[in-house]
């Protein structure tokens, strides 16, 4: 079971990033918990300097844009790999 | 009351309908269109480690200062970089000095408030936004450094792995020159220059009711220069009707564009570029038919938007122009809806105001004038750029341009909004000390602009400003050592 984390205060580009996380985790068959972490002092905490962010099993694969689902299903497959 | 509703509602609704034809058909196109796209590209493009790296714990006052001004300014096109940012470089960089430069400046001097301001107000205010912000921002962070010295020594145990990135993280160079053609592309529009606003060639299409056409528009729209409503051209309702088509495209074509590049992307790009160049156009409605000018903003603005389509297709990669669209359509959709708004409200309220009002309170340079200024942004809170139009209307109403300034840099900083924000980061003590020099450093900015504009020389003015600085730091400096002996420090 993966703990996926997208950081951000709720504002257009984290509520999109949650959407392509969800989706990558489905299309990869992969039973993921995605949690919401919208508290700045946690955001920081990751070393997050803009929002979104991403985290798969507390390791930051991401943060300032918006990636592609592709690259969301890599970071996925390396996190089950290790 | 009913009764005073009764007989303004009609006028009030037709003053917000004319205000926003007036706007979108004059103002929106050649400075906020570009504008949003340079937003995006800044917001997209430029690395945020190439400015972050210079506000980690150990650089100098010298370089961090600097550093978080032009953070604010690159960086901090939207509140997804601002609030993070702050927290980052207050809790784990450079500390507060630095943070609240970041914060003070950001909001006065992103692109797209500086354009807009520019455009629709006058360059000279919006570069003594820029300049008296910069100063002031920096003054204030370095007085808040001094306050809270002790506070900052506790975090200086924390690390700072953040801003520990390599200075290899710089720029691309194709997509710094993209940035740079469209911030080229923008002053040609903008730009009141003989050579860009001449016209080189001429012809004309026939079209025998063009002047009636335009006699019409005009006894719909009509134009009064003594309380600043602007009518709307031909042109203008061309460039409505391709605005409104834009939207549609880019709903279909921007919103998704995480999926991939749809036929409704280009369509919305060529739309977007041909309402540049029509814009750019001077058409003029003659019995004979439109008389169309090809200036020299439109060529400018051809050749820009040559270079852009090329770079875009050949150098940018797809990822990049992928993040340049989307953060420029979210800034569209964040922030265009409530201007919009905004200065339907305002074309409304403006029917119901008597210039005489505003000319008593903020009419010529008073101290009095400045404060209400000051006062009238920290009470109001407005959505993002819409104290620009806003502060049109103030002026057109015979503000002075002191008072008006003070209120354009009090308002955008302060708003009950990102005052929260920013207790629920530094605590109260230190929100509230720094709202306190927001709103004093806010209406000694206006004040000394008004001098200025009114004909004190530059000199005289640099001088009080630099004793007003002195005696701050005298009177900041005595409270401090006043407060560390009763410590017994």
């Given at each position: 079971?993966?703990?996926?984390?997208?950081?951000?205060?709720?504002?257009?580009?984290?509520?999109?990033?949650?959407?392509?996380?969800?989706?990558?985790?489905?299309?990869?068959?992969?039973?993921?918990?995605?949690?919401?972490?919208?508290?700045?002092?946690?955001?920081?905490?990751?070393?997050?300097?803009?929002?979104?962010?991403?985290?798969?099993?507390?390791?930051?694969?991401?943060?300032?844009?918006?990636?592609?689902?592709?690259?969301?299903?890599?970071?996925?497959?390396?996190?089950?790999?290790? | 009351?009913?009764?005073?509703?009764?007989?303004?509602?009609?006028?009030?609704?037709?003053?917000?309908?004319?205000?926003?034809?007036?706007?979108?058909?004059?103002?929106?196109?050649?400075?906020?269109?570009?504008?949003?796209?340079?937003?995006?590209?800044?917001?997209?493009?430029?690395?945020?480690?190439?400015?972050?790296?210079?506000?980690?714990?150990?650089?100098?006052?010298?370089?961090?200062?600097?550093?978080?001004?032009?953070?604010?300014?690159?960086?901090?096109?939207?509140?997804?970089?601002?609030?993070?940012?702050?927290?980052?470089?207050?809790?784990?960089?450079?500390?507060?000095?630095?943070?609240?430069?970041?914060?003070?400046?950001?909001?006065?001097?992103?692109?797209?408030?500086?354009?807009?301001?520019?455009?629709?107000?006058?360059?000279?205010?919006?570069?003594?936004?820029?300049?008296?912000?910069?100063?002031?921002?920096?003054?204030?962070?370095?007085?808040?450094?001094?306050?809270?010295?002790?506070?900052?020594?506790?975090?200086?145990?924390?690390?700072?792995?953040?801003?520990?990135?390599?200075?290899?993280?710089?720029?691309?160079?194709?997509?710094?020159?993209?940035?740079?053609?469209?911030?080229?592309?923008?002053?040609?529009?903008?730009?009141?220059?003989?050579?860009?606003?001449?016209?080189?060639?001429?012809?004309?299409?026939?079209?025998?009711?063009?002047?009636?056409?335009?006699?019409?528009?005009?006894?719909?729209?009509?134009?009064?220069?003594?309380?600043?409503?602007?009518?709307?051209?031909?042109?203008?309702?061309?460039?409505?009707?391709?605005?409104?088509?834009?939207?549609?495209?880019?709903?279909?074509g921007l919103?998704n564009i995480h999926d991939g590049v749809t036929r409704w992307t280009r369509a919305c790009l060529?739309?977007?570029?041909?309402?540049?160049?029509?814009?750019?156009?001077?058409?003029?409605?003659?019995?004979?038919?439109?008389?169309?000018?090809?200036?020299?903003?439109?060529?400018?603005?051809?050749?820009?938007?040559?270079?852009?389509?090329?770079?875009a297709r050949?150098?940018?990669?797809g990822d990049?122009v992928r993040?340049?669209l989307w953060?420029?359509?979210?800034?569209?959709?964040?922030?265009?809806?409530?201007?919009?708004?905004?200065?339907?409200?305002?074309?409304?309220?403006?029917?119901?105001?008597?210039?005489?009002?505003?000319?008593?309170?903020?009419?010529?340079?008073?101290?009095?004038?400045?404060?209400?200024?000051?006062?009238?942004?920290?009470?109001?809170?407005?959505?993002?750029?819409?104290?620009?139009?806003?502060?049109?209307?103030?002026?057109?109403?015979?503000?002075?341009?002191?008072?008006?300034?003070?209120?354009?840099?009090?308002?955008?900083?302060?708003?009950?909004?990102?005052?929260?924000?920013?207790?629920?980061?530094?605590?109260?003590?230190?929100?509230?000390?720094?709202?306190?020099?927001?709103?004093?450093?806010?209406?000694?900015?206006?004040?000394?602009?008004?001098?200025?504009?009114?004909?004190?020389?530059?000199?005289?003015?640099?001088?009080?400003?630099?004793?007003?600085?002195?005696?701050?730091?005298?009177?900041?400096?005595?409270?401090?050592?006043?407060?560390?002996?009763?410590?017994?420090?």
């Amino acid at each position: 079971m993966l703990t996926i984390k997208v950081l951000g205060p709720g504002c257009a580009n984290c509520r999109k990033l949650e959407e392509i996380a969800r989706a990558a985790a489905a299309s990869a068959g992969v039973t993921a918990e995605v949690v919401k972490v919208t508290d700045m002092q946690q955001i920081v905490g990751y070393g997050v300097l803009k929002t979104p962010g991403l985290v798969i099993d507390e390791k930051l694969v991401c943060s300032g844009r918006i990636p592609s689902a592709e690259n969301v299903a890599e970071w996925i497959a390396a996190a089950q790999g290790r | 009351m009913m009764d005073w509703l009764s007989t303004h509602a009609p006028a009030m609704l037709a003053g917000g309908l004319r205000n926003l034809a007036a706007y979108l058909a004059a103002h929106v196109l050649l400075c906020l269109l570009p504008a949003f796209f340079i937003a995006g590209a800044m917001s997209a493009l430029i690395p945020k480690e190439s400015v972050t790296r210079f506000l980690g714990r150990n650089a100098p006052g010298v370089v961090s200062y600097p550093a978080a001004a032009a953070a604010g300014s690159l960086l901090a096109v939207c509140s997804c970089t601002i609030v993070p940012l702050f927290a980052g470089i207050y809790k784990k960089g450079a500390g507060i000095g630095p943070a609240i430069t970041f914060l003070f400046f950001a909001p006065a001097a992103n692109i797209l408030a500086l354009v807009y301001t520019g455009g629709v107000i006058g360059v000279d205010l919006a570069l003594a936004r820029f300049v008296l912000s910069l100063a002031f921002g920096i003054g204030i962070g370095l007085i808040m450094a001094l306050l809270f010295r002790a506070d900052d020594a506790e975090h200086d145990r924390a690390t700072d792995d953040v801003f520990s990135a390599q200075a290899g993280a710089g720029m691309r160079r194709p997509a710094l020159l993209f940035l740079l053609i469209w911030i080229a592309l923008l002053l040609a529009g903008t730009l009141k220059l003989g050579l860009l606003t001449g016209t080189y060639a001429q012809f004309t299409v026939p079209w025998a009711g063009a002047d009636a056409w335009q006699a019409a528009l005009d006894r719909l729209v009509p134009y009064n220069a003594h309380n600043g409503e602007e009518g709307v051209s031909a042109q203008g309702v061309l460039l409505i009707v391709l605005l409104a088509a834009i939207g549609l495209a880019a709903w279909r074509g921007l919103e998704n564009i995480h999926d991939g590049v749809t036929r409704w992307t280009r369509a919305c790009l060529a739309l977007i570029a041909a309402t540049l160049l029509l814009a750019a156009l001077a058409i003029e409605a003659t019995p004979a038919g439109l008389r169309i000018g090809l200036t020299g903003k439109f060529f400018g603005i051809a050749v820009g938007l040559g270079a852009l389509h090329f770079l875009a297709r050949q150098r940018l990669s797809g990822d990049e122009v992928r993040d340049w669209l989307w953060e420029s359509w979210r800034f569209v959709k964040q922030i265009f809806p409530l201007l919009v708004a905004g200065v339907f409200v305002v074309g409304m309220i403006r029917i119901v105001i008597q210039p005489e009002w505003i000319e008593a309170v903020a009419g010529t340079n008073s101290i009095v004038g400045n404060l209400a200024g000051v006062a009238f942004g920290v009470f109001m809170y407005f959505p993002t750029l819409v104290e620009v139009p806003i502060a049109q209307m103030f002026l057109d109403l015979g503000m002075h341009r002191g008072p008006l300034l003070a209120y354009l840099m009090a308002d955008p900083e302060l708003s009950l909004q990102s005052v929260l924000i920013i207790a629920a980061i530094i605590g109260r003590t230190k929100t509230f000390t720094y709202v306190g020099f927001v709103a004093l450093f806010s209406a000694v900015a206006g004040y000394s602009y008004g001098a200025w504009i009114d004909g004190t020389p530059l000199v005289v003015l640099l001088l009080s400003l630099a004793a007003f600085v002195a005696l701050l730091a005298a009177l900041l400096t005595f409270a401090s050592r006043r407060s560390a002996a009763l410590h017994g420090v």
